[in-house]
C-alpha cells in the first residue's frame, strides 16, 4: 500500500478537462516531483488531493483510507498540509501570528515548537513580530513553508516553493526539504525548475497537456532526453 496513491484522476473546469486519468504514488519519507510546463495542471493535481477540487473521477487514497470526498477541514486534519504556488501569506498578521494559524488544526504551538521551527527558519526569529507582508519575497516563501510544516504534517503539499527566488534561497530551500525528508516528512512537489526538483526528490513524474507523459527516478528523468530538453536546457 503506498502512502499517497491517486488513481485515475479527471478534473474538469466548465467544459474543458483539465486532467485526464492522472495516476501517480508516493510512499511514506519519499520526496516525489510532479513536473511540466505552466498550465499543465500541477497545481490542480495538488489542489485536488487537497480537496480544494473534486475529482470527476479515479480516486484518491491516503494511508488506505479515500479522501477525494472529504472537505478541505478534514483533509488537513489527516495531517495533510498544502503550501500553495504564490506564498498567500496573511499579510496584516506578524510572523508568529502566521506560524500560529498554520497550527490551527493541532492547536497552539508551544514555546519549544516555536523555537525548533526558528532553529530550521532562523530569519524569522528576526523578524517574528514583523506583518508577513513586509517581508521579502524570499523571507515570504520561507514563512509559508514553516507555515505548511507548523502543525506537523505526515504529508507536505508544495507548489512552485522557488518562484521568483535569488539562486541562493533556492538553495537554503532545497537543503531544508531533504531536511524534512530525513525528519520522516513525506512531501509532494510540483515545480517548473527541474534542476531544484531533481536535487532533492527521490522520484518523479512530468506531466504534459494534463496527463501524465512519462515517470522515473531522478537519475532516470535527469538522463532522459526529453526532461534535458524541455527542462533542463541541454
Known amino acids: 500500500m503506498e502512502f499517497l496513491e491517486v488513481q485515475g484522476i479527471s478534473v474538469k473546469r466548465g467544459s474543458a478537462s483539465v486532467l485526464r486519468d492522472v495516476s501517480f504514488a508516493v510512499g511514506q519519507r519519499e520526496i516525489v516531483t510532479i513536473l511540466g510546463s505552466n498550465g499543465v495542471g500541477k497545481s490542480t493535481a495538488l489542489r485536488t488531493i487537497s480537496g480544494l477540487h473534486r475529482p470527476s473521477s479515479g480516486t484518491i487514497t491516503h494511508e488506505g483510507v479515500e479522501i477525494s470526498l472529504l472537505t478541505p477541514r478534514d483533509i488537513v486534519r489527516r495531517g495533510i498540509s498544502h503550501v500553495p504556488e504564490g506564498r498567500l501569506v496573511f499579510p496584516g498578521l506578524t510572523v508568529l501570528e502566521n506560524l500560529q494559524m498554520g497550527a490551527f488544526s493541532v492547536g497552539r504551538l508551544e514555546r519549544g515548537e516555536l523555537e525548533a521551527v526558528f532553529d530550521r527558519f532562523p530569519v524569522l526569529r528576526e523578524f517574528k513580530g514583523k506583518n508577513a507582508g513586509a517581508l521579502s519575497g524570499g523571507q515570504q516563501q520561507m514563512l509559508a513553508l514553516a507555515r505548511g510544516i507548523a502543525a506537523k504534517p505526515r504529508l507536505l503539499l508544495l507548489d512552485e516553493p522557488s518562484l521568483g527566488l535569488a539562486p541562493v534561497i533556492i538553495l537554503q530551500i532545497a537543503e531544508i ?44 528523468l535527469r538522463a532522459d532526453d526529453r526532461v534535458q530538453r524541455a527542462y533542463l536546457g541541454l
Open 177 to 220: 526539504l531533504r531536511e524534512l525528508r530525513d525528519d520522516g516528512m513525506t512531501i509532494l512537489l510540483v515545480e517548473q525548475n527541474a534542476g531544484l526538483a531533481l536535487s532533492v526528490a527521490d522520484r518523479g513524474y512530468v506531466m504534459v497537456e494534463g496527463a501524465v507523459a512519462f515517470s522515473g527516478s531522478t537519475d532516470e
